[in-house]
């Protein structure tokens, strides 16, 4: 899964269960860029790269999201 990916269905999922997501490009240094849901957060990498499998259940898991919801 690429990170521009990620976001949109995090964005999906933020719909669908009524929660605010919200992206913040500026917090971050280079291409990192951060991802809020609700009051959790995490850091997309390089958004035009392809995650890889440990970095995509941290990031679930700091999002409290099951990888199998996305």
């Known amino acids: 899964m690429m990170g521009n ?3 949109r269905k995090v964005k999906a999922l ?3 269960r009524k929660v ?3 992206l913040n ?3 971050g240094k280079g291409s990192h860029q951060t991802l809020y849901y609700g009051s959790s ?3 997309v990498r390089n958004p035009k790269d392809e995650l890889k499998t440990g970095t995509f259940h941290a990031m679930c898991g700091q999002l409290g ?3 199998n919801d996305l």
């Open 5 to 7: 990916e990620f976001i």
């Open 14 to 16: 933020g719909k669908a």
């Open 20 to 22: 605010t997501v919200t």
């Open 25 to 27: 490009s500026s917090r």
């Open 41 to 43: 957060f995490t850091v």
């Open 65 to 67: 999201v099951k990888p």
